[in-house]
């Protein structure tokens, strides 16, 4: 996939004093996002990924860097144009409580004078039936489905959803997919943050793994997968092993490509589950551990993270 950028950031630095600390939040970070997709940013708490955001939304005004958006620069005479172009969602966004949907959204829409009217925007995100229904009794996925609504009045080319589905049920988070999916089949382009590793996989064309302030990854969900070096991990739960067995002779079966070992519980990275299995099933009856559970599954993005990272995405401190 290539074509002309939606978004390009060159050698992008930030930092915020913190009493007499200096927080690095971006340091010199370098991104493209292409026109037509969807584009998923991750990261720990703190990596940096909602100040990018922020900077290339016009919300925040770097340091150092090149900050470049559907070709054009955050500057005065440009600015105006700009935010007509794109739309924001943020994780939480509050509306008036007695205004009705149709409302909320028919205030939006007169700031748009070509944008969509109000009965558009409520079919693009299935809300017809709730026109008339207050804020307050909207659910948490109506609400952000309206949210949604409000950042797709103004017809943008350029969306930037911020961790849209955290909350949601499993129903509420899948009708804001078809709803993003929709949009980039219309040609827009998506910027998407989130803590749900399966939204991302099912999502995004390109992902970028953001930690301290740089992109250490950047590919596929599938490109990512694969630089793991093996694609499947076995999970063992024994009795304890005392000294009988240790990692290295988990490491030592074939195809093993890394071993995180407890006296308990073995996790195995492999290249091929028939070559590793048989033969560390033959390794536990001959030192006479007794096999508790087996689990075999496919490698994820939450291994990508956590082995770029070391971390989990909702550890640490907010950024």
């Not at 609504?149 to 959803?161: H, N, S």
């Not at 089949?185 to 998407?192: D, I, K």
């Not at 007794?290 to 689990?295: D, E, M, N, S, V």
């Amino acid at each position: 996939m290539s074509g002309p950028l939606a978004i390009e950031l060159r050698g992008l630095r930030k930092t915020y004093t913190k009493g007499k600390q200096v927080v690095t939040a971006v340091d010199g970070l370098d991104l493209e996002v292409r026109r037509g997709e969807v584009f998923g940013l991750l990261g720990p708490n703190g990596a940096g990924k909602t100040t990018t955001v922020e900077i290339c939304e016009g919300l925040v005004v770097p340091e150092a860097g090149t900050v470049r958006i559907l070709g054009r620069e955050w500057q005065k005479g440009e600015d105006a144009a700009l935010r007509a172009c794109m739309g924001v969602c943020l994780q939480e966004t509050k509306f008036h409580e007695k205004a009705t949907v149709r409302e909320t959204l028919e205030l939006f829409a007169a700031c748009y004078p070509g944008g969509r009217s109000a009965a558009e925007a409520l079919a693009l995100v299935s809300l017809q039936e709730k026109a008339t229904a207050r804020q307050s009794g909207l659910s948490g996925g109506q609400r952000q489905r309206l949210a949604v609504a409000t950042a797709l009045v103004g017809k943008p080319e350029l969306l930037f959803l911020d961790e849209p589905t955290t909350g949601l049920d499993p129903q509420s988070r899948r009708q804001l997919w078809e709803v993003v999916r929709t949009f980039r089949a219309g040609g827009g382009t998506v910027v998407l943050t989130t803590h749900y590793m399966d939204e991302a996989h099912q999502l995004c064309d390109r992902i970028a793994v953001v930690d301290h302030g740089r992109v250490i990854a950047l590919g596929t969900p599938a490109e990512l997968i694969r630089s793991l070096g093996a694609e499947h991990f076995v999970e063992v739960d024994v009795d304890d092993m005392g000294d009988r067995l240790t990692a290295r002779d988990f490491e030592a079966l074939p195809g093993v490509q890394a071993c995180e070992f407890s006296p308990r519980r073995v996790v195995l990275t492999v290249v091929s589950v028939h070559a590793t299995v048989p033969a560390m099933l033959r390794l536990l009856d001959q030192q006479q551990v007794a096999l508790q559970g087996l689990a075999l599954r496919h490698a994820t993005l939450e291994d990508v993270f956590v082995h770029l990272t070391g971390r989990h995405l909702r550890e640490g401190e907010k950024e």
